[in-house]
């Protein structure tokens, strides 16, 4: 059974970090791309930052460019989310997913199979 379980959301002031983990059991998640989404309230969901499975890549949107990092620990099985420089419009659920059928790194949703539950991020004063 695949599973993804993130963690490390909370309430944070404006200006401030957060880093964000998931843990990946039922498999090993260094074969596959990984992605980042989070989705506030009347929005669509959308990818904040990707890692690829193979030769540890990264992409980011311009939204999240130069304050987001993602990284992976294989050995732990965990992939990181540290997000510095935080903003109240980064506000959200944030989720990880793992694309286990894409040879090439994809951004869309639709494109990723296993979802964790979600940690939520509040960016407020």
């Known amino acids: 059974q695949l599973q993804l379980v993130e963690s490390g959301g909370g309430l944070v002031q404006p200006g401030g970090s957060l880093r964000l983990s998931c843990t990946a059991s039922?498999?090993?998640?260094?074969?596959?791309?990984m992605g980042w989404f989070r989705q506030a309230p009347g929005k669509d969901r959308e990818g904040v930052a990707y890692?690829?499975?193979?030769?540890?890549?990264?992409y980011y949107p311009d939204s999240v460019k130069g304050r987001f990092t993602t990284s992976r620990d294989n050995a732990k099985n965990t992939v990181y989310l540290q997000m510095n420089s935080l903003k109240p419009e980064d506000t959200g659920t944030y989720y990880c997913?793992?694309?286990?059928?894409?040879?090439?790194?994809?951004?869309?949703?639709?494109?990723?199979?296993?979802w964790g539950q979600g940690t939520q991020v509040t960016v407020s004063s």
């Open positions: 039922g498999f090993t998640l260094d074969y596959y791309h």
């Open positions: 997913a793992a694309d286990v059928d894409s040879a090439g790194l994809v951004t869309g949703p639709g494109e990723y199979d296993y």
């Open positions: 890692i690829t499975g193979t030769d540890g890549n990264t």
